[in-house]
């Protein structure tokens, strides 16, 4: 009796624990969507960052995160956002757009090509 007991509460703690960190990463997301809006563009990266860290698997976080630091000129953090974001939906149309770009303007043609 004792295991079952003890076996629900941690999984009431588990699942509130996850519901927390979806809400946490969907906060630091739209503060980030604001900053970005003002303009204040390294303040926005940081909250993108909150929010894949509260939700390693957000892709939209990881292309606003890409695009603000573009906007920073900080083409290395913003390249390997978009190649994370990459990684986890393969047939995102923004981020092959992105990376493109990325690939011809550093000159990695063959990597632009495939």
Same mark, same amino acid.
């Given at each position: 009796m004792?295991?079952?007991? *003890?076996?629900l509460f941690f999984?009431?703690?588990?699942?509130? *624990?996850?519901?927390?960190?979806?809400?946490?990463?969907?906060?630091?997301?739209?503060?980030? *969507?604001?900053k970005n809006e003002s303009r204040l563009y390294a303040m926005a990266s940081k909250n993108f960052?909150?929010?894949?860290?509260?939700n390693p698997n957000f892709i939209d976080a990881y292309i606003k995160n890409?695009?603000?630091?573009?906007?920073?000129s900080r083409v290395y953090e913003a390249n390997q956002n978009f190649e994370k974001a990459y990684q986890l939906q393969p047939e995102n149309n923004e981020v092959i757009k992105q990376l493109t770009q990325l690939y011809f303007n550093n000159r990695q043609y063959q990597k632009a090509i495939d």
């Amino acid at each position: 009796m004792k295991t079952i007991i *003890l076996s629900l509460f941690f999984c009431f703690v588990t699942h509130f *624990l996850i519901a927390q960190n979806a809400d946490s990463s969907q906060f630091y997301f739209k503060e980030g *969507l604001a900053k970005n809006e003002s303009r204040l563009y390294a303040m926005a990266s940081k909250n993108f960052e909150k929010a894949i860290f509260h939700n390693p698997n957000f892709i939209d976080a990881y292309i606003k995160n890409g695009q603000a630091n573009l906007e920073m000129s900080r083409v290395y953090e913003a390249n390997q956002n978009f190649e994370k974001a990459y990684q986890l939906q393969p047939e995102n149309n923004e981020v092959i757009k992105q990376l493109t770009q990325l690939y011809f303007n550093n000159r990695q043609y063959q990597k632009a090509i495939d």
